[in-house]
DNA sequence: CTTGATCCTGTAGTGACTACAGGATACATA
DNA sequence: TATGTATCCTGTAGTCACTACAGGATCAAG
């Protein structure tokens, strides 16, 4: 039943190798069961835990934090309310970092608009960006 | 003149006193003078220099691009359309991680949305965290 | 039987810091 | 003048989540 390679598993789920033997090296993902030449051999169940995975950190969850929801998951043990608040702060820390890139924007567009984009070597946001 | 201790300085910029070694160590900040003890020794010239970098950072500038800025302030060498325009190039980035999170923000907020919240161990999160 | 694709381990690099350890020096107070 | 504490020094290692080799073994197809 252990039958995919790990570049099979690496197509399927569309992670790369070597994050995968990383994965594997930081117990993020289990030890694999290897073939008798030593390769690793992955099966469905891998494939799932992989795009778990995979899918969290394309939200922004660090790996830490993926452990913690992995065992979660793996134990059982948790409430949809708690996941649901977990969820809810994680949400908070994205809105969070947008806000900053937002003023960093709109700071950047504000500078931009000072400029005459002549072809001189005076520049308004050279400027600002001395200002502390 | 040169009188301000790196403590000073740092203080000055708000830029901690690690990070200000660790400037100069990467030559984004030239080597200090030294007073006769070995300790760093700076003036306001160095102040506006750290204000230019901290700003340039706080606006998500990587500190290669800072050192591309700086270098084309030293030397003169630039016109206000080409910073405009360098400065266009960065805003664009800030604003595609902007959009990058937003769709995060997205998702987590609609699969928090199907949440029951109850005190059961099924949570429509989880289950959508599985999927590919 | 050979060729090229795939796999293995182990190590080092990335970016921008941050956090010590272990010691030297400066300055304010008793 | 002695002392205590604040500040400084160098050098190294850790953080996060990969990514990129080097150098070698093994597999599958023609």
Redesign the interface.
Known sequence: MKSLSIGSLAE??GVHIETIRYYEREDILPKATRSESGRRLYDEGD??RL??I???R???FSLKEIIS?MSL?DT??????Q??DL??V??KE??E??SD??K??Q???E??EH????????????D?????
């Open positions: 399927k789920t494939v799932r795009n778990f995979h899918k969290c394309s939200l922004g929801l998951v059982g043990d948790y409430t949809c309310r996941v649901h969820t809810l994680h949400t994205i809105s970092k947008i890139l937002r960093m924007e700071v950047l567009i500078m931009a400029c005459s984009q002549g072809n001189v070597p005076e520049c308004p946001i050279i600002s960006l001395f200002d502390s």
